[in-house]
C-alpha cells in the first residue's frame, strides 16, 4: 500500500467530507461555508480540519478582523437621520432661516444640542441674535451638504446592507456611539498538495466503522464490517492526572522503608524549648549553632516551662558531669538560657523526647519533619528544610548495625555508593556522617552515631542508642534530577505536571 493509501484509509468519515466539501470549492472555503454544504455543524467541521491540519493535508489559515455593527443609536440614526440631518432638513424647509425654539420643537430637544454642535462643526450653519431671539442660519457649504449624505451616513447605510466599513467614519461614528466593535477570527481551510493529491487519487466516502461493539459481535456483522485502520502513532494532546507533589511522593516512599524495617513513625512540634533541642543533647551553651546567627529565637512564647527536677540534672551535667562519670563542659549553666523558645533546629529535639518518655528498650522510631535554621537561600541550602531521623533502642546495638540501617535505607531508595566518614556532634560519640556519590561527586547527607552517657545517662536510658538525621531535600533533589533545591518549591506547575510518578 503506498504511503498515500495509507493516509486514506485512516481518514474519518467527516474529514473526508471536509475534503470533498473543499473539492467543490476550488481548494479553498471558510469552515462556515463547508458546514452549510452539507458537512454539518461548525465544530465538526473545524475538527476534522484540526486532524487534516496536522497530517499535512490541509493549512488553516487564521486572520483577526474587527467587525463593526450598528448599536442602538446607530439604527435610531439611520431610521430618524443624524440630529445634524434633521436640523439641516429644517433650516432647508425654512428657508435656510429658523429660529432655535421652532428647531427644538420639531426635532426635540434632546437632539437639539448634539444638532447644534455638529451644524457648526460641519459649518452647515450659523447661530445669530435677531431682535433678542436666536436664529439658525444656513451657509452655502449646509446648502451644499443639503444635496447629498455625508461619509458618515453612507458607512451607516453601508454596515445596515451587511457591508464593512473602514475610515475615519469608524472613530467618529465610534465617539457618536453609534456602532460597536468586535474581533473575530477569520478561518480560511485550503488543500496543501498532499490534498490535492489525495483528491485526485479519488475518496471513498462509504462510512467505515472505528469501533468494535458489542452488538457487531453478538450479531456477526463484524465479520462484513470495514474497520478503519487506526494510527497509533497519530498526535493526541497529553492528559496530566492530579497526584501528590514529588516531594510528598518521596515522603511516602521512606516512610514506607522504614515501616518495611520495623520502625514507627513518631512526630512533633515545631516550636520548642532550647532545653529539649539542645540541653538535654549535651550541646554547651556557648555553642555557636546556638547563636542568634543560626537559631529562631521566637519572641512568643518567650519561655516554655521545664520540668524543674529535670532542669536542675541537666544543669549538673553539664557543669560538672552530675550523676554520670564525665566531668561536664565545666561553665556555669542557665537555667533562663535552657527555658528559651526556639523554631526547632533538628528533629534529634522529638527523639529524645520520646526516649525520655519511654526509656525501656526495645524502640525502633522514625520521624521526618521540617526544621529551621537561619541559612542564606543558595542551591544547597534553605532556612527550612526537612529531616528524616530515627533510633533503635536495644540491648547490645552497634556501630556496625547502624552502618548496616543506613545502607539499607539508602539501597531501597537506590542509591549504591555511599561512604561513611568520622564526624563530631556534641551527644554522639563515635558519630559519623554519610556520603553518597552523586554524578561522580560525594554529597553529604546527614550525620548519626551513638548517644553519649551523658544524653542517655541523665533521662534513665540504661541501653544503646543508635541516632541518625539526615535531609531529605538532599535526596529529593537527586532523586528527581534537579541542580538545585530551591526547585522543589518553586511549584513550575509544568514541571509538577509533566513529572513522572515517582
Ligand atoms: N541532628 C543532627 C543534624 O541536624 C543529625 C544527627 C542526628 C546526628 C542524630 C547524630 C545523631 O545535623
New binding site residues.
Given amino acids: 500500500m503506498s504511503s498515500l493509501e495509507k493516509i486514506i484509509n485512516e481518514l474519518s468519515l467527516h474529514e473526508k467530507e471536509v475534503l470533498l466539501s473543499l473539492h467543490s470549492f476550488e481548494g479553498k472555503s471558510t469552515p462556515e461555508d463547508i458546514a452549510k454544504n452539507d458537512v454539518g455543524s461548525l465544530v465538526k467541521v473545524m475538527n476534522a480540519s484540526s486532524w487534516l491540519q496536522s497530517k499535512g493535508i490541509v493549512d488553516i489559515h487564521e486572520k483577526l478582523e474587527t467587525i463593526y455593527s450598528l448599536t442602538k443609536e446607530g439604527k435610531k440614526f439611520l431610521t430618524q437621520g443624524m440630529p445634524e440631518r434633521q436640523a439641516l432638513t429644517e433650516l432647508i424647509n425654512s428657508n435656510g432661516q429658523i429660529d432655535l425654539d421652532t428647531l427644538g420643537n420639531k426635532i426635540g430637544k434632546d437632539n437639539l444640542a448634539i444638532a447644534l454642535g455638529w451644524l457648526k462643526k460641519r459649518d452647515w450653519a450659523t447661530l445669530q441674535s435677531k431682535d433678542n431671539k436666536k436664529v439658525i442660519l444656513i451657509t452655502p457649504q449646509g446648502k451644499k451638504d443639503a444635496q447629498h449624505n455625508t461619509q458618515d451616513e453612507d458607512a451607516l447605510k453601508s454596515l445596515k446592507e451587511g457591508s464593512s466599513i473602514q475610515g475615519t467614519s469608524v472613530s467618529s461614528l465610534k465617539k457618536r456611539g453609534a456602532i460597536k466593535e468586535k474581533e473575530k477570527i477569520l478561518r480560511t481551510i485550503s488543500l496543501t498538495q498532499k490534498g490535492k493529491n489525495i483528491l485526485k487519487k479519488g475518496l471513498d466516502i462509504t462510512d467505515v466503522l472505528s469501533q468494535l461493539t458489542p452488538e457487531l459481535i453478538q450479531t456477526g456483522k463484524w465479520k462484513t464490517a470495514t474497520f478503519r485502520p487506526y494510527d497509533v502513532s497519530a498526535f493526541v494532546p497529553s492528559l496530566y492526572g492530579g497526584k501528590k507533589h514529588p516531594l510528598t511522593q518521596l515522603i511516602d516512599k521512606i516512610k514506607s522503608i522504614f515501616v518495611g524495617m520495623g520502625f514507627q513513625e513518631i512526630a512533633g512540634n515545631y516550636v520548642e524549648s532550647c532545653f529539649w533541642t539542645m540541653d538535654v543533647l549535651f550541646i554547651p551553651q556557648d555553642h555557636p549553632a546556638r547563636d542568634l546567627q543560626d537559631t529562631f529565637y521566637c519572641k512568643q512564647p518567650p519561655r516554655m516551662p521545664v520540668d524543674k527536677h529535670l532542669l536542675d540534672s541537666i544543669a549538673n551535667v553539664h557543669e560538672n558531669g552530675g550523676s554520670t562519670s564525665s566531668t561536664g563542659w565545666q561553665y556555669k549553666f542557665s537555667k533562663k538560657e535552657a527555658q528559651k523558645s526556639i523554631l526547632r533546629?533538628?528533629?534529634?529535639v522529638n527523639?529524645i523526647r520520646y526516649l525520655y518518655e519511654h526509656p525501656d528498650p526495645p524502640s525502633k522510631i522514625f520521624q521526618i519533619g521540617k526544621?529551621f535554621r537561619r541559612e542564606n537561600i543558595d542551591s544547597t541550602h534553605l532556612p527550612e528544610f526537612q529531616?528524616v531521623?530515627g533510633?533503635v533502642h536495644e540491648k547490645n546495638a552497634n556501630f556496625c548495625q547502624l552502618i548496616g540501617i543506613l545502607k539499607e535505607f539508602y539501597h531501597q531508595l537506590g542509591f549504591e555508593k555511599l561512604r561513611f566518614r568520622p564526624?563530631y556532634?556534641p551527644?554522639?560519640e563515635p558519630?559519623m556522617e554519610v556520603e553518597v556519590q552523586w554524578h561522580g561527586k560525594w554529597m553529604e547527607l546527614?550525620?548519626?552515631?551513638i548517644?553519649r552517657p551523658e544524653v542517655t545517662e541523665p533521662l534513665g536510658i540504661k541501653e544503646t542508642v543508635l541516632?541518625?538525621?539526615?535531609g531529605l531535600e538532599r535526596i529529593a533533589i537527586m532523586y528527581l534530577g534537579l541542580n538545585d533545591i530551591r526547585e522543589l518549591y518553586f511549584s513550575d506547575l509544568d514541571w509538577l505536571k509533566k513529572l513522572p510518578l515517582l
Fill in positions: 533546629t533538628h528533629t534529634t527523639t526544621v529531616q531521623e533510633i564526624a556532634f551527644y554522639t558519630s546527614g550525620g548519626s552515631g548517644f541516632a541518625w538525621g539526615l
